[in-house]
């Protein structure tokens, strides 16, 4: 079943998620939640606000997932990003530490199934805790929202290719659509599960608007989903895992 969220519906619940000290007030859910509060083995999408400067050490996650910056710029480990790069990881793939520049950096996390948090390697045990994977670093950078003149002069969707598909269904495209414009998104049996995140203008999905930040999720026993744009055009990045 495919499950969208609205911007505006993930920041209305999770100031009442944060007003009764469920979430921390950086914290915006999307879509599912940590382990302890029923998440786990199903879809997670929450954004982080990290303050100017802010620090976080180099750690690993136990399930594959994706990082969008959504605003500001920094550092993953040695790596410049700014608004809209995208970085996928493998479990257990360690990187870091996440540094936030002098404007603050935003992003957005996205992982197929749930995971407990963070695994930072300067805790004792954690180094020997990491179990094989093919621990990629993938990262997409440079990666920018169409104006409303490049929106109203597409006469057909265009696809930008941002992460190579891999083998196992590993893939990030971007989506641009004109106003009203549509365009089907891929066989989701071609991986396990996959987001569209929106980054500019609007989709429209059963009667509801996503702006911009707006998520859904499409599991790989769904159809595929048909992009709707909305009349400004739709700028969409597509997210997909690896299947098991």
């Not at 996390?109 to 930072?120: I, K, N, S, V």
């Amino acid at each position: 079943m495919v499950i969208a969220v609205s911007n505006e519906t993930a920041r209305t619940q999770s100031a009442a998620l944060s007003q009764a000290g469920l979430i921390p007030a950086y914290r915006i859910e999307y879509i599912g939640a940590k382990p302890d509060r029923g998440g786990a083995g199903r879809p997670q999408a929450f954004t982080v606000e990290m303050s100017p400067n802010k620090k976080v050490g180099a750690h690993y996650h136990t399930v594959s997932q994706y990082q969008v910056i959504l605003r500001g710029g920094g550092h993953i480990g040695s790596h410049p990003v700014s608004t809209y790069s995208v970085h996928y990881t493998d479990p257990y793939t360690t990187y870091g530490p996440l540094i936030a520049g002098p404007d603050a950096l935003h992003y957005m996390t996205l992982r197929a199934a749930g995971d407990p948090g963070p695994q930072y390697l300067a805790k004792p045990g954690v180094k020997e805790a990491i179990l094989p994977s093919r621990r990629r670093f993938l990262l997409s950078t440079d990666i920018r929202s169409s104006t409303p003149d490049e929106a109203a002069a597409l006469a057909s969707p265009r696809i930008d290719t941002l992460l190579e598909p891999d083998d196992d269904g590993v893939a990030s495209t971007l989506y641009r659509l004109g106003p009203n414009m549509t365009a089907r998104g891929p066989d989701p049996l071609l991986g396990g599960g996959h987001y569209f995140m929106v980054i500019g203008g609007a989709l429209h999905y059963e009667g509801e608007r996503l702006d911009i930040d707006s998520t859904l999720f499409v599991e790989s026993d769904d159809p595929a989903l048909v992009l709707q744009a909305g009349e400004a055009g739709a700028d969409v990045l597509f997210l997909q895992f690896p299947r098991s």
